[in-house]
T-cell receptor, first 115, second 117 residues
């Protein structure tokens, strides 16, 4: 049981390049999330997916797209990377259900640098 | 809109002593969840403790406990018998129980905890 996994762990891009961050969870959770973390700030939600086949924008969606490929996988794509997207990206999953079962489980993060 | 404030950017404590990290929040809701997450140098976010607002009893997990003051909108984390492995960033987070599909967490900016040997 690996929990939430993310690839890659590190990535350096040049401005204008594209890339996809991969996330997978093996806990059979319905909801998945993409966050970014910048110095001195808490996590900010980019996109989320409440269930397979659905995605919705979070607080900072501009410059990103997502795909909920199946229940396990939720990818984040940067079509044309910008230096402002330099950040640490976290994927998380959460089971939708009864009161109290609302904890989000996080992946190890991806450190992205855009030059 | 809800906000979460952690007023201590950095705290330090001697190993084996007790330290308290502060968190305040602003909300108009009467029911909600509060969390403390730990982020060690490995960067992974790890849940430390969770509190449901409808519960008056403060949550406890081994050496970690909270002081939940609902009227004051305060949610502090106490770490007893501090250990070197407790050194990390600690984040306070808030979640509304409103039954939509979002379940978005609202995060504080974090407190860096340093443990002195």
């Amino acid at each position: 049981n690996a929990g939430v996994t993310q690839t890659p762990k590190f990535q350096v891009l040049k401005t204008g390049q594209s890339m996809t961050l991969q996330c997978a969870q093996d806990m059979n959770h319905n909801s998945m999330y993409w966050y970014r973390q910048d110095p001195g700030m808490g996590l900010r939600l980019i996109y989320y997916s409440a269930s397979e086949g659905t995605t919705d924008k979070g607080e900072v969606p501009n410059g990103y797209n997502v795909s909920r490929l199946n229940k396990r996988e939720f990818s984040l794509r940067l079509e044309s990377a910008a230096p402002s997207q330099t950040s640490v990206y976290f994927c998380a999953s959460r089971v939708t259900g009864l009161r109290g079962t609302d904890t989000q489980y996080f992946g190890p993060g991806t450190r992205l640098t855009v030059l | 809109a809800q906000t979460v404030t952690q007023s201590q950017p950095e705290m330090s404590v001697q190993e084996a002593e007790t330290v308290t990290l502060s968190c305040t929040y602003d909300t108009s809701e009467s029911d909600y969840y509060l969390f403390w997450y730990k982020q060690p140098p490995s960067r992974q976010m790890i849940l430390v403790i969770r509190q449901e607002a409808y519960k008056q009893q403060n949550a406890t997990e081994n050496r970690f406990s909270v002081n939940f003051q609902k009227a004051a909108k305060s949610f502090s984390l106490k770490i007893s018998d501090s250990q070197l492995g407790d050194a990390a960033m600690y984040f306070c987070a808030y979640r509304s129980p409103i039954m939509d599909s979002n379940y978005q967490l609202i995060w504080g900016a974090g407190t860096k905890l340093i443990i002195k040997p």
